[in-house]
């Protein structure tokens, strides 16, 4: 169990341009979740999957976002044409059975420059 | 909709202190409730957690007891350390239920910042 991974951990772009953020579940974990973190305030949801179903989305999610998650196993984030106000911490976290708890990753920070 | 509400901070208080960080949430149904903490340049880790009414979660010294009647998830712990100080998140989930309305998603509060000095 290596925990859960994401990747880049930090995320510098322009403004307008698209970025790709990479989470890695733990392996036997079938729910993943993504979350984001602004300055001062808790995680809000993003979005979550059940294995490579894409079940709930969130209202934050706005057409410029997307999230896949493939075979079930990996899950990748996009946001394309970024604006300042994406600048954020972008969490993941993956369960087995909710009332367990979730195990987070550490993070990708994105700041839009 | 659900939401959580912690105590507005920071918090700062001196080594061997008492400590109690307030939470109280709003769900329609019978929520899991969590206490998540956030080392300064680290993720969010697990704390404690409750299921159900009257449940108290503890770990490391903390405590927390799911009251229902008023809706509280206060977090406590007799001696805090400087090694303690970090940001605290309460946070609930719905119980992912087979009509597909609710998978689980955590809803947090807004975190406290406590800061504990030698």
């Known amino acids: 169990d290596t925990g859960v991974s994401q990747d880049p951990r930090h995320k510098i772009t322009k403004r307008g341009q698209n970025v790709t953020f990479r989470c890695d579940p733990i392996s036997e974990h079938n729910r993943l979740y993504w979350y984001r973190q602004t300055l001062g305030q808790g995680p809000e949801f993003l979005t979550y999957f059940q294995n490579e179903a894409q079940l709930e989305k969130s209202r934050l999610l706005s057409d410029r976002f997307s999230a896949e998650r493939p075979k079930g196993s990996f899950s990748t984030l996009e946001i394309q044409r970024t604006e300042q106000g994406d600048s954020a911490m972008y969490l993941c976290?993956?369960?087995?059975?909710?009332?367990?708890?979730?195990?987070f990753g550490s993070g990708t920070r994105l700041t839009v420059v | 909709g659900d939401s959580v509400t912690q105590m507005e901070g920071p918090v700062t208080l001196s080594e061997e202190a008492f400590l109690t960080i307030n939470c109280t949430y709003t769900a329609t149904g019978y929520p899991s409730l969590f206490w998540y903490v956030q080392y300064p340049g680290e993720g969010l880790q697990l704390l404690l957690k409750a299921t159900k009414a009257d449940d108290k979660g503890s770990n490391k010294g903390f405590e927390a007891t799911y009251r229902k009647e008023t809706t509280s998830f206060h977090l406590e712990k007799g001696s805090v350390q400087v090694s303690d100080s970090a940001v605290y998140f309460c946070a609930l989930s719905e119980p992912a239920n087979a009509g597909g309305t609710s998978y689980g998603k955590l809803t947090f509060g807004q975190g406290t910042i406590l800061t504990v000095h030698p």
């Open positions: 976290a993956s369960s087995l059975q909710t009332v367990r708890g979730y195990t």
